[in-house]
């Protein structure tokens, strides 16, 4: 998409939105000659404005969508993909791994707290926690998102009694709200068809990606790629895990 492509989504974004171009500018903190320029295609508005844009005209990430796809020839780059973009700019996230350990968005502050300290043990005691606070409070930060975590139970039976205790009635609270559902992978299964995490994002503007994790960053599965094989495997990871209910009742009963 060049930058005509994007102004040609602008345009008709702000025309929904009932708004004038001098409108538009002052909501979008801006000049209305900026966004005359970029309603002409002449150029692209920088990341911020594009931010500030997409929510005056209350495009819920369709227009930024639109803006990174004009400026980089992809709504998401294949790798080093900002998994913070992705969760921001979708209504739910399937997270599926076979690692032992919760997924981030799910993980009490005690919890985090480990993972941190086991993953990255020179930090400074203050760093640790800066971390950890700022993994605890993510998902109060996405009140739209909705999750469905897929993870073996030893991510949990694996820690020390005081972390998971904490986390299993974290992940009750969570279950609770309707947001977050919990699908346990018993003790024994085997996880070898996926030999890292897998997360599938369904944004706001209807589509879906999927990221798995790989040493020089996040790969991105687009529609048309290799996103069914995905999928696929997704599914079959949640057919072998414990339904939500009785997944429930693994956590209440974990010491």
């Given at each position: 998409m060049a930058a005509a492509d994007f102004a040609i989504t602008l345009t008709r974004y702000r025309e929904l939105a009932g708004l004038t171009q001098y409108q538009l500018a002052d909501l979008a903190q801006t000049s209305s000659s900026s966004v005359c320029r970029w309603e002409a295609?002449?150029?692209?508005?920088?990341?911020?404005?594009?931010?500030?844009?997409?929510?005056a005209v209350t495009a819920k990430g369709k227009l930024f969508a639109a803006w990174r796809t004009?400026?980089?020839?992809?709504?998401?780059?294949?790798?080093g993909v900002d998994v913070a973009e992705l969760e921001g700019a979708s209504l739910a996230?399937?997270?599926?791994?076979?690692?032992?350990?919760?997924?981030?968005?799910?993980?009490?502050?005690?919890?985090?707290?480990?993972?941190f300290e086991e993953g990255q043990p020179f930090f400074p005691?203050?760093?640790?926690?800066?971390?950890?606070?700022?993994?605890?409070?993510?998902?109060?930060q996405l009140p739209d998102l909705r999750v469905t975590a897929v993870f073996p139970?030893?991510?949990?039976t694996s820690a020390p009694q005081d972390e998971r205790a904490e986390q299993s009635a974290h992940l009750l609270r969570l279950m609770d709200t309707g947001r977050v559902r919990v699908l346990l992978i018993p003790e024994g299964t085997l996880?070898?068809?996926l030999p890292s995490p897998?997360?599938?994002?369904?944004?706001?503007?209807?589509s879906t990606v999927a990221?798995?994790?790989?040493?020089?960053?996040?790969?991105?599965?687009?529609?048309?790629?290799?996103?069914?094989?995905?999928?696929?495997?997704?599914k079959r990871f949640m057919q072998s895990a414990l339904p939500h209910r009785e997944s429930r009742n693994v956590l209440e009963k974990l010491p």
């Open positions: 295609g002449k150029v692209l508005p920088k990341r911020k404005n594009a931010e500030l844009l997409d929510k004009a400026a980089g020839g992809s709504a998401f780059p294949d790798w996230v399937e997270w599926v791994s076979p690692l032992s350990v919760v997924p981030g968005l799910l993980q009490s502050p005690k919890y985090a707290r480990l993972v005691e203050k760093e640790l926690d800066r971390l950890a606070k700022l993994r605890c409070e993510r998902l109060e139970v030893s991510a949990l996880l070898v068809s897998l997360m599938v994002f369904r944004l706001r503007d209807g990221t798995s994790e790989h040493a020089t960053g996040n790969i991105v599965y687009r529609e048309g790629g290799g996103l069914p094989r995905l999928l696929e495997l997704v």
